[in-house]
């Protein structure tokens, strides 16, 4: 049997809807006067579909539908729509709503709407039955010196992350950032041997010679090995280039006032605060940054079995 969440502010409603969902043996349903109410409910028990209306105090389904995909992307949402409400239907629609079902047509279409939903989704929540019991993940890659290819790579990190529940979405974009700044440094700094002096003093001098080294040997041979272990308490990510390297000691504190409108100390300084450990090799063609669980984050909720 598949648990419906019926969100909506307005009583009558509310018993419309869970009478026509009676009508189906193969469902039950609960109920939430709002989205704060059905967040607080799904926190406790996983329901297999959401049906929300658009207008409601505290929370609307607007801002339900994002949440829900935000921290429990396989739980589907249907919205039930009323006259006058269609622009708001459509951006619902388009933050990952999965269908709609009109309140003057309800008694017609929802019980057909919420099967071909739940049809739909089911492989994906198996799916994400199986991933919840995963208790570590490694990876490794190895990338030519193409940085089209750090945003798909970090976004597909930060994916795995939240897949263990680590951080909430604050943490999520700031060990992104860490990630792109170690990424860049490793392509500019470490493989094409790029300094950030350079940048300092010319842009455009600098990014004309990044353009030329990446077709010169052996600038152009280098690869960037990026490894990522993940785990139920923490995430490690160890970023090496090809490059000659550097000494570690002879970096200059970023988080000294001479240095903080340096670009060379920007990145290296949003390192260091965005994860819990930052570390170079002895070679300096290196980096390893570990960022863990703190109990306390609770935003990024894992995907729970629906009863």
């Known amino acids: ?3 419906v969440l019926v969100v909506d502010d307005a009583a009558v409603d509310r018993r419309l809807v869970g009478g026509l969902i009676g009508q189906d043996p193969d ?8 989205g704060t109410h059905a967040l607080a409910m799904m926190r406790q028990s996983m329901p297999a579909l959401v049906i929300t209306d658009l207008v409601m105090p505290e929370m609307d389904g607007l801002q339900l539908v994002t949440t829900i995909r935000d921290h429990y992307p396989f739980v589907p949402v249907i919205l039930m729509t009323s006259k006058g409400n269609e622009e708001i239907a459509v951006q619902a629609l388009q933050r990952g709503a999965a269908s709609y079902v009109p309140k003057s047509q309800l008694s017609q279409t929802l019980l057909e709407t919420i099967h071909t939903v739940l049809d739909a989704s089911r492989p994906r929540q198996v799916q994400a039955r199986l991933l919840s019991k995963i208790t570590r993940s490694d990876y490794t890659f190895r990338l ?20 263990f529940g680590l951080f909430d979405q604050t943490e999520r974009v700031r060990v992104g950032i860490a990630l792109e700044e170690a990424l860049v440094n490793a392509l500019y700094h470490g493989n094409l041997e790029v300094g950030s002096e350079l940048l300092e003093k010319d842009d455009t001098a600098y990014y004309a010679l990044v353009d030329e080294r990446t077709r010169l040997p052996p600038y152009k041979d280098r690869r960037i090995e990026v490894e990522a272990r993940v785990s139920l308490d923490e995430a490690v990510f160890v970023i090496r ?52 669980r703190r109990p306390t984050e609770s935003d990024a909720i894992p995907y729970n079995e629906p009863l």
Do not use: W
Not at 27 to 34: D, G, K, M, R, T
Not at 249 to 271: A, E, F, I, Q, Y
């Open 241 to 292: 280039d090809e490059g000659r390297g550097f000494d570690p000691t002879s970096l200059p504190d970023p988080t000294s006032h001479v240095n903080l409108d340096k670009v060379s100390g920007r990145g290296l300084l949003l390192m260091r605060t965005f994860v819990d450990e930052l570390a170079f090799n002895e070679r300096g063609n290196e980096v390893t940054m570990v960022k863990r």
């Open 144 to 163: 030519e010196n193409d940085c089209t290819l750090f945003p798909p790579l970090i976004t597909y990190l930060q994916d795995s992350v939240s897949r």
């Open 27 to 34: 469902l039950s349903v609960v109920f939430a006067a709002n």
């Open 1 to 3: 049997m598949s648990t």
